[in-house]
């Protein structure tokens, strides 16, 4: 016999909510329970780690893509189990992206955005940055910026720099230098436009010093007669497990004078577009993280469930995204209490609630999540006697 609960209220109440002491004595405890629930999450985590490399990240020439332009800005600091939510953003502006091979042995690749080419080469498990062309400008570069450099994890970092001279307008000559540090600082999930949420995403987030000198072409270099330009760009790429291209590109360009921001654009990558080019090995991994799921596994390889022989309770959640639920199907090997938590990522507790279940009975509780605050990460802490599970979902 099943045995449904309906979690939906908020316990642990005082006798007089309204006080001092007894708002301070819920925080505390809310930080309590949510602490030991991280621990708990952190120690969970299996050993499966998305890493950036060649074969699933490397430019293919031949490939096309829609490049979108959305209205976002990305506030998430750095560090794992991150949100990024572009769900109902529409699209300003539609581009074409096109990458194509420029030699024989597809060491040099180009990448046309509208009216401009953006130069790549390719050595060894490095991309550089060699510089670009169009109508207005070109800038050529004599040391090239290391784009990406493989294999790429969390908390990778690679710094370089860039040089690059050419001209601006056909009456200024442009000399560029740059110096670039690039992190791989946050890890998380990220929801499209287009409402499909992708796991397993690696923010790539570069950060670029930037001086332009500008000197009439009629004017000698000595002459010391060049105007010069100081910018700082944050540039963040989102990758996903199983899509080649990032799926989000974001870019802020600040002044380096006043740090006052000058412009900010964020691009987007339809998953669903990307999923239909011939890649057979991103496809093959986006199959092993759908396979994961079907066998109740979160795709970062933390299992959905808890089946230790020795463990007092056998369970398995079920997030219904149409209801806004979260169900967990559980039995007990003996007579006992269980008790469930719901608490956010800043330790503040939305449920808690103990019920007595009995040996070889199956049980299933449901949280209703429709109505908490965020879309982010929450937590269920479940704790059997001396054992606590604790497992994560996102709103």
């Known amino acids: 016999m099943l045995h449904p609960i309906k979690i939906t209220k908020i316990t642990c109440e005082p006798t007089n909510p309204n006080s001092k002491f007894a708002k301070t004595i819920i925080i505390m405890l809310n930080r309590v329970v949510f602490i030991a629930f991280c621990i708990l999450t952190a120690n ?22 829609k490049l979108r332009q959305i ?3 990305d506030t998430v600091s750095a560090g794992e189990y991150r949100i990024w939510d572009l769900s109902g953003l529409e699209s300003r502006r539609v581009h074409r992206l096109t990458i194509s091979s420029l030699s024989a042995d597809e060491d040099t690749l ?11 080469s390719v050595s060894g498990d490095t991309i550089k940055y060699e510089g670009f062309e169009n109508n207005l400008s070109d800038i050529k570069a004599d040391r090239a910026e290391n784009v990406l450099i493989f294999p790429i994890q969390l908390n990778n970092i690679f710094t370089c720099e860039f040089s690059g001279s ?6 200024l000559r442009q000399q560029m230098k740059t110096q670039c ?13 287009e409402g499909d949420t992708i796991p397993n995403v690696l923010r790539l987030r570069t950060v670029r010093n930037i001086r332009d000198r500008y000197i009439p072409l009629n004017v000698a270099e000595r002459e010391n007669r060049a105007d010069s330009v100081s910018l700082r760009e944050i540039n963040s790429r989102f990758y996903a497990e199983g899509y080649r291209y990032p799926l989000l590109i974001c870019s802020s360009i600040y002044s380096g004078d006043d740090g006052k921001l000058i412009s900010s654009k964020a691009y987007s990558l ?5 999923a239909s080019l011939d890649d057979p090995v991103n496809d093959e991994a986006r199959r092993e993280i759908s396979d994961l799921a079907k066998n109740g596994q979160n795709p970062d390889g933390r299992d959905n469930g808890n089946h230790s022989e020795t463990s ?3 369970y398995t959640l079920r997030q219904d995204k149409s209801t806004a639920t979260m169900t967990i199907d559980f039995t007990v090997t003996e007579n006992t209490a269980v008790a469930f938590v719901l608490a956010d990522i800043y330790g503040i507790v939305y449920s808690s609630e103990t019920h007595n279940a009995a040996a070889g009975e199956s049980y299933s509780v449901t949280f209703d999540y429709g109505k908490l605050p965020y879309s982010a990460a929450y937590g269920i802490n479940i704790t059997v006697g001396q054992e606590v599970h604790s497992e994560k979902f996102y709103r």
Do not use: Q, W
């Open 166 to 171: 050419g001209r601006y307008a056909d009456h």
């Open 110 to 120: 180009s990448c046309v955005v509208d009216r401009t080419r953006y130069i790549f």
């Open 312 to 314: 007092k309770i056998d």
């Open 71 to 73: 209205e976002f800005v």
């Open 270 to 274: 339809s998953s669903t577009e990307m």
């Open 44 to 65: 969970a985590l299996g050993a499966r780690v998305f890493t950036l490399d060649r074969e699933h990240n490397g430019l293919r020439p031949g490939d096309s893509m």
């Open 181 to 193: 540090r690039s992190c791989a600082d946050a890890s998380g999930t990220l929801i499209t436009p």
